[in-house]
């Protein structure tokens, strides 16, 4: 079966530092993606990055990155230089051969001045 | 190009009623999938319809069903509502040629947040 863990319930970070929101995932698939979104009070679900198990880069977008390390099943979000605006919940995703997505139970992170 | 658009955004209902939302994927995506979320269960996969067929579908009783269209809009249906039926619903969309929704990202909407009295 396939997991999704995020262990930090909330996160703090001061505005234009940067801050790591953790994620790990179980699966038996050789193929898989892994995603993370932001999700505003509104409710939408806004894609920010994505990652494939076979890609060997690190996939970087703008102020977004992941940091992906195969061996350890882990799929961080890095986010540099934090604004106000990022304050959301943020939820990590995968998808495999059981095409949906996989959630975990999200980090809310909040960025204050 | 338009987002994926949902309607309503939000909706009251009483219990033992019924109810569809819609949803109209981005232009030219063929995969739109729904999901659930709740304060309780988070985020659940409800299923996923492709060129009009349900490709997936999640672990959710009978009475939610959904449908897609030639114009890929889908529809969900849930009847006979509960109390525990009250939660944000969303849609996503994907191009999804192949590959399946491992290489392909899927794009959300806004939610329709169903309240159940």
């Known amino acids: 079966a396939q997991k999704i863990t995020q262990t930090q319930p909330g996160m703090f970070v001061q505005e234009k530092e940067a801050v790591t929101l953790d994620c790990t995932y179980d699966?038996?698939?050789?193929?898989?993606?892994l995603f993370w979104y932001k999700q505003p009070s509104s409710g939408e679900m806004i894609f920010l990055i994505y990652q494939g198990s076979y890609d060997e880069q690190n996939a970087t977008e703008g102020r977004y990155s992941l940091n992906f390390q195969k061996a350890r099943k882990s799929a961080n979000l890095v986010i540099s230089a934090s604004q106000l605006g990022d304050s959301a919940m943020y939820f990590c995703a995968m998808a495999g051969n059981t095409d949906k997505l996989i959630f975990g139970t999200g980090t809310r992170l909040q960025v204050f001045p | 190009k338009a987002g994926v658009t949902q309607t309503p955004r939000y909706l009251i209902k009483t219990r033992g009623q019924q109810v569809t939302l819609s949803c109209s994927p981005i232009s030219g995506h063929r995969s739109v999938s729904w999901y659930q979320q709740t304060p309780g269960q988070g985020l659940q996969f409800l299923f996923e319809y492709f060129s009009e067929t349900q490709r997936n579908k999640g672990n959710f009783p009978g009475r939610f069903s959904g449908r897609q269209f030639s114009n890929s809009r889908s529809e969900m249906n849930v009847s006979t509502l509960e109390l525990g039926d009250s939660a944000l619903y969303l849609c996503?969309?994907?191009?999804?040629?192949?590959?399946?929704?491992?290489?392909?990202?899927?794009?959300f909407g806004a939610g329709t947040r169903l309240s159940v009295l």
């Open positions: 996503a969309s994907s191009f999804s040629p192949s590959g399946g929704l491992a290489k392909n990202i899927q794009y």
């Open positions: 699966t038996s698939d050789q193929s898989y993606g």
